[in-house]
């Protein structure tokens, strides 16, 4: 592949990804790529993509989780709280508490804690656990995101101690950088992903470009 014959490679669609799904799917994955498993997409776009990934494509997301925690010098010792997609979970509206960050930064440095809830709980009920976390570090959807911020500033609630927002998974847009600052008064940093390709992109710590990840 070159610069020359890059634009002529025909773009592949969710659509033709599900109608060639068996076309799609490796017949001769190295064994000493892991364990495989499968992912399915949002259905974001109006179609949801299935496809399959590998062990060595988590240790792949992993390294760039940590990488992307190493780039915008994140204090390792803070809470650490994530909200996530809640469409294939049973019961919404639980809080889960953990030890550390996870297993990209787990296997590497000791962390605070971290906890997880998912976006289908309650807006009121999203914003009592956060207000009972107290984190210094937010990640989540940006459609999210927008939606507690409006209720902190409509409710005047506060977050002290909050140091940086995530955002993930969806476009964001200038206007939830500027309500990150205006009622949290943290910044927010973007990380473009996609449920089936992981990360794609970092936001860069010092402008507001991104860095694509060639891996």
């Not at 996609?194 to 991104?210: F, K, M, R, S, V």
Request: proline letters at 6%; charged letters at 15%; one cysteine or more.
């Amino acid at each position: 592949i070159t610069a020359t014959n890059w634009p002529a490679i025909p773009l592949l669609t969710p659509l033709s990804l599900i109608e060639h799904s068996g076309q799609m799917a490796s017949t001769a994955i190295p064994p000493g790529h892991g364990r495989i498993t499968g992912l399915k997409s949002s259905g974001s776009t109006g179609h949801a993509v299935s496809v399959l990934a590998t062990g060595a494509i988590g240790l792949i997301w992993q390294a760039l989780n940590l990488r992307d925690h190493l780039w915008q010098a994140r204090d390792g010792s803070k809470r650490l709280v994530t909200i996530r997609s809640g469409r294939y979970v049973k019961e919404t509206g639980v809080l889960h508490e953990f030890p550390g960050w996870g297993i990209a930064t787990d296997l590497v440095f000791q962390s605070g804690p971290s906890a997880l809830f998912h976006n289908l709980t309650m807006l009121e009920r999203q914003a009592e656990f956060l207000q009972e976390q107290k984190p210094g570090y937010l990640f989540a959807f940006p459609g999210i995101i927008l939606r507690l911020a409006h209720y902190f500033r409509r409710h005047k609630l506060t977050l002290p101690g909050l140091k940086q927002v995530l955002s993930f998974g969806e476009p964001t847009s200038p206007e939830i950088q500027s309500l990150c600052r205006e009622v949290w008064d943290a910044e927010c940093r973007d990380m473009y992903s996609a449920e089936e390709a992981g990360c794609i992109a970092l936001q860069c710590p010092q402008t507001d470009n991104y860095h694509v990840q060639s891996e």
